[in-house]
């Protein structure tokens, strides 16, 4: 098992893996606790400040839950992988559109953390330094989601869900993990051999 400064210095000794930028992602079901992971994480892997965090559900949408690997590519992995600073819209799940605000990035970070449901996928997995993910089960993930959310989302959790279960079930992340993160409590670590 390790600690969040222990697995922080493992993640330090990586090699950068898109462009001069080591990048993480952190994957698992919705409601795993893979934003307050990824804060932690961003806290610890920062020298200035924390590390940046690139939270995918500011890339999806209601229309394309999971078809967001093009925005990423070119509004985050194209400028990081070449030492330019990323600029990404940030889609507004109130309004049901990209609004006006655009997230900017420095250029060539240490460290990037990319944070969502799919973050480990197929096609991001050759620009990662390391896959974490949140080891907690879909049902207990779900429940603790739905809480979170509130009984207004209800409808929504309904076809999240049956996506959510589509896209790892075509594109599983778990067993690509370098490290596992207890789910339920974001601690202890351990290497997913």
Known sequence: ????????????VLAPSCGPTRLLAVDGYAGSGKTTFAALLAGELGEDGPA????????????????????????VL????????????VYDWELARFDETVRELPAAPPFLILEGVGAGRRAVRPYLS?????????ETARTRGELR?????????KQWTKEQSEHFRVDPSRG????????????PFADAA
Do not use: I, K, N, Y
């Open 176 to 187: 690509f993990a370098d490290f596992l993160v207890t789910g339920s409590t974001g601690r």
């Open 1 to 12: 098992m390790l600690s969040l400064p222990s697995l922080a210095a493992r993640l330090r």
């Open 52 to 75: 940046p965090v690139v939270h995918l559900d500011d890339l999806a949408t209601h229309e394309e839950f999971f078809a967001w690997t093009g925005r990423l590519r070119t509004e």
């Open 149 to 157: 959310d509130g009984p207004q989302l209800a409808e929504f959790w």
């Open 78 to 89: 194209a400028p990081l992988a070449e030492g330019r600073p990323v600029r990404h819209r």
């Open 130 to 138: 390391a896959l974490l993910w949140m080891d907690l089960d879909a």
